[in-house]
């Protein structure tokens, strides 16, 4: 008889601390709300926001000096928390899940991945609130910014102002380049750094002629539906047919070239399964590489390096749809102030006072002004380096030594010069195919790295990997990603 | 009423022990039995609105949809095998190797060299396996391994060991091991520590030797730790170890065939949808044949001997 009160005592006990649980969830809710009807009376808000990179020791100081602005100017106060670059994902993912409460949040193709989580739902839809309270935004952004980062016909984040198109180029080691005599004339395709790579090999043996590691792919004309996923659409195809990459000749002749240029020693041996190539790049004993650019990178890319970098183009600058989704800010859907922050993000991409103080911290604390245009960090900026990319409109931010006087002017030129690519402002909705996708991913995976660093023979495996994949479903994947971009092309005659 | 005041009685009576109960109580019910809800997720379109809990219920039932990916292909095999074999090799090993170490190590008469031998055994246990990975790497670099430098000091050819699937079992099996034999075997050595020293005074008066020692007295000794320890591996068994066989085989495309396993697979099959529906639904079919094989095995057990059953 004891025994089962004993059992009842325990289940009892579980209820309690089941709504203790809950009631505690209950109580915050309130809280909110109590907060949110503060906002009509005038008082000031407070933003709460997520953002990646390193937490900052001086954050909270550096907000408090931002909020007494913000306060004055649009009556909000902002409280900043930072997630660093690794954990980002992960703990966005937990906090929108468990619905926290949160206002602005950074969002990217890369990290918190932007058409995925406005699917889902995690995101505000801005297009009303870009009308109303975000008319700057629209003033500064290049049209194509909010063109191409629509999802399903709807904004759902505030893209930075920064390099519009991607542009593939390859870098070289400028010591090396000059060691052999060799010109950059007429470089451009894989096919054509054959004999630079070949004297190279031949003078330096120490020297990774072309380093490649396990990210890389080769550049073919082609527009990919999902990044590092066969399906894609060619640049100039008019009619949008979904291909499957590795059954295109460009494709074909790449690899074959990338398992030439691997049987020559051209690329190292472990390319495959390198994670980086930053080992490499510090030690300097490399020829050349394939990255992308943007105005004056070969000074970025000398200055970290230590050692100039010169490069060339492989491609056209072309906007495509990762390019466009590189950053952004966006408002949480749980957000109980959506027009302040669209306020504040309107005043972050419009005022240079605000822009730099959250990107450089307090004048004369953590940086000083040394002309109209030039600024300098102080020691104390240690406590306080933020990834300017990452807060939006970058050509409002000072510029540092070394900095030419017209870099914002080049950005803006060379935003101009980028056309569109075939697929940017369509995005593949998986929802309908993700079994399939998750079965052609793990197809996928098996062949990728080894084949687009030329480690295996192209004759033998890429057979072998198109016909797992279409033994795991690519497709059905395929016939619905056609069936989508025709109804997108439909919709937006195309 | 009457029942009541009896029932506070008893609670009374024992309220010490309830009290020492109470901590693990909480925890299980925080982290166990409340998580549990969630498993619902899995037959779930799992989608945004408003908290967690109204976001479980907007979402739109799907099913038995979220499980699909599993079974989607040929992989399914491939990767029901590796996990299987792998955890029952490790489980093996595990148990014998651990053991046997265990009794090596209460043999020595040098006490204080035991407790280095002991110490050295156990430190990899805390490396992370991206560190192991790391060492891994160090041997087996084409160019650069330690490995592939002394086979071709003795004039053989190099071998590039992260493209060659048929080396791997081995490897792996031999990185667990390395990394988890101290520990297992330090939990067979307290309970060596803990078995009656007279047992082993009366055997040598009468003339057993250490090997009729250790066969009579230290394995029945060590049984039933031994049942209950497999039987909650078993249980285990469709877990595999992400971190081995991610980060030591560097995720190398080539080495899939021996090295995909259930875990690594969803990982792989997920990282780009990110659909929480389909995680959850992986990890629930990995404890339901985890809790189905655990009551089975643990049936057996009973069957033979009821005191080394769990329950």
Known sequence: MSNTRKKLSIGLTSILATSLFLSACGDNKAANNSSASGENKGEAVELSWYTIGTPQKDVDKVMAEVSKYTKEKIGVTVK??????????????????????????????????????????????????????????????????????????????????????????????????????????????????????????????????????????????YDYLIEKFPLAVKLDDTSYKVVNIFETPEMKQALATMNKYYKAGYVPTEAATLESSTDVIATGQWFADKATTQPFADNVWSMSAGYPIVSTPQSDALIYNVSVMGSMQAISANSKHKEKAMDFLNLLNTDPVLRNMVDSGIEGVHYKKLDDKYMENLPESKNYDMPTFSFGNVMLTYLVEGDPENKWEEFKKYNDSGKPAVLLGFNFDPSKVSTEIAAVQNAKEAFWSPLMTGTVDPEKYVPQAIEKMKAAGLDKIMAEAQSQIDAWKAANNK | MKALRRHLKDVNRNRALLLMVLPATVWFICFSYLPMLGTIISFKEYRFSGNFLSSIINSKWVGFDNFKFLFRTDDAYIITRNTILYNAVFIFIGLVLAVAMAIVLSEIANKRLAKWYQTGMFLPYFLSWVIVGYFVYSFLSFDRGMVNRIATAFGADPVQWYSEPAYWPLILVLVFTWKSLGYNSVIYLAAIMGIDKSLYEAAMIDGANKWQQIRNITIPMLTPLMTILTLLAIGRIFYADFGLFYQVTRDSGTLYSVTNVIDTYVYRGLKTTGEIGMSTAAGLYQSLVGFVLVITSNYIVRKFNKDNALF
């Open chain 1, 80 to 221: 900043m928390t930072m997630i660093d670059w690794g954990d980002y994902n992960q703990k966005m993912q937990v906090l929108t899940a468990s619905g926290s409460d949160m206002d602005i949040m950074f969002t990217a193709s890369w990290a918190f991945d932007y058409v995925q989580n406005a699917r889902k739902g995690a995101f505000a839809p801005i297009d009303e609130l870009l009308e109303t309270n975000g008319q700057g935004i629209k003033q500064v952004l290049d049209p194509a910014f909010l063109e191409g980062s629509k999802v399903d016909g709807k904004n759902y984040g505030v893209p930075a102002n920064k390099e519009l198109p991607a542009q593939e180029v390859w870098r070289f080691n400028k010591k090396v380049l000059e060691e052999n005599n060799l010109s950059l004339d007429g470089v451009r395709s894989l096919e054509s750094l054959e004999p630079l790579l070949k004297t190279v090999k031949a003078n330096n043996p120490d020297v990774m002629p072309l380093q490649v590691d396990k990210n890389y792919g080769p550049y073919v004309p």
